[in-house]
């Protein structure tokens, strides 16, 4: 079992910023990529960003390329979003997930088969 816990989610003005973080613990070799995922009420997870740990290889969404960054800690097990220049629209309950190196670029939800419980962000104007 691979095992993912966020944290630092919060409350920030419109314009601010906040680093989300993940740590994976268990089986970790078996997923060499993860991601961030946002869900937005009665919405599908949307995803956001995506890592392969070993190579460092980034894939973005659109929605947030240019304002937020993936990354990984010291060892592989830790993985951050960066969020920058935050708005109201990016309200939402924020997720790290583990998939397959091969579905990394996918940034699909039903491609990432391991999650965590989610942190929430909330952006006021």
């Known amino acids: 079992q691979l095992h993912l816990v966020e944290s630092g989610g919060g409350s920030v003005q419109a314009g601010g910023s906040l680093r989300l973080s993940c740590v994976a613990s268990g089986k970790t070799y078996t997923r060499d990529c993860v991601g961030w995922f946002r869900q937005f009420q009665g919405k599908e997870r949307e995803g956001l960003a995506s890592?392969?740990?070993?190579?460092?290889?980034?894939y973005y969404a659109d929605s947030v390329k240019g304002r937020f960054t993936i990354s990984t800690g010291d060892t592989e097990n830790t993985m951050y979003l960066d969020m920058n220049n935050l708005q109201p629209e990016d309200t939402a309950m924020y997720y790290c997930?583990?998939?397959?190196?091969?579905?990394?670029?996918?940034?699909?939800?039903?491609?990432?088969?391991?999650w965590g419980q989610g942190t929430q962000v909330t952006v006021f104007s």
């Open positions: 997930a583990a998939a397959p190196l091969w579905w990394c670029a996918s940034l699909s939800q039903s491609r990432f088969d391991y």
């Open positions: 890592i392969y740990k070993r190579e460092g290889t980034t």
